[in-house]
């Protein structure tokens, strides 16, 4: 029905960037919220970010001015723009879309993700 394809993902040295960007395509009537999980080398899944239709955001607080989540509505696409980048930022970064599909109803996808890696 609906499908999420990840991009951006890399190895990047400590203090360095990334850009990740999340398009969602398929039987869309609206997209509700977008956002990034992670998954630890633990296996520890925690939201990263995410955002509504209207721009308010929502961020976990150790990414909170290192992080920015931002969408365009238009192309249904999500960012997240990762700076200063540390060691333990090291992860899977899923997007995640909370969808109301075509046919009304309400759903969430996710993407299957892509490899974050913090090193020198």
């Known amino acids: 029905q609906v499908q999420l394809v990840e991009s951006g993902g890399g190895l990047v040295q400590p203090g360095g960037s990334l850009r990740l960007s999340c398009a969602a395509s398929?039987?869309?009537?609206?997209?509700?919220?977008m956002g990034w999980y992670r998954q630890t080398p633990e296996n520890q899944r925690e939201l990263v970010a995410a955002?509504?239709?209207?721009?308010?955001?929502n961020y976990t607080d150790s990414m909170k001015g290192r992080f920015t989540i931002s969408r365009d509505n238009a192309k249904n696409t999500v960012y997240l723009q990762m700076n200063s980048l540390k060691p333990e930022d090291t992860a899977v970064y899923y997007c995640?879309?909370?969808?109301?599909?075509?046919?009304?109803?309400?759903?969430?996808?996710w993407g299957r993700g892509t490899q974050v890696t913090v090193s020198s």
């Open positions: 995640l879309a909370d969808v109301t599909t075509a046919t009304l109803r309400r759903l969430n996808f």
């Open positions: 398929g039987s869309i009537s609206r997209i509700n919220v």
């Open positions: 955002i509504t239709t209207g721009g308010p955001t």
